[in-house]
């Protein structure tokens, strides 16, 4: 193994973790916490449905959007399924790109509905000196329990 395969396998781990911070986190409802996942300029990019795209400039941003739009769930677990990493050959060691295949399983507490939401997150990560952070994000859904799949285009892959 080359130090360029090693180190790049340093990295992957460091990302993997990275993800699973960001789980933790959202699982838990900790949202202070994604100040030390992201940097500070990140934008998050959300793409629904028959709407406009919603975007989250910094951690605090990102935090209050998620803490809405889970309010409603008295459980909620996102669950990351599959994740692809890669270093663009042209790029900087300290940039990389990555797709997150992911689940949201939730239960509202008024209805007592129990509903499953698949998407996409399309990175960029940077590495700071504190570690690996996400520099930006692009989310798109896949699929959710109880929609016509007909009204959910397929993601647009960015690499």
Known sequence: MSRDELQQTIDWVAIRRLHARYADAVNRRAWPELADLFLPDAVVRIELPRQEPIEAAG????????????????WFQFVVLEARIEWPPDG?????????????????????????AFGLYQDRYRRTAEGWRFAGRRFQPTVWSGRDLSTLPLP???F
């Open 59 to 74: 951690p605090e941003a990102l935090g209050r959007f998620i803490d809405g739009a889970v309010q409603r769930f008295d």
């Open 92 to 116: 900087p060691d300290d940039e990389a790109v990555g797709r997150i295949y992911m689940v949201e399983l939730r239960h509202d507490a008024k209805s007592g509905q129990e509903t499953k």
């Open 156 to 158: 647009t892959l960015e």
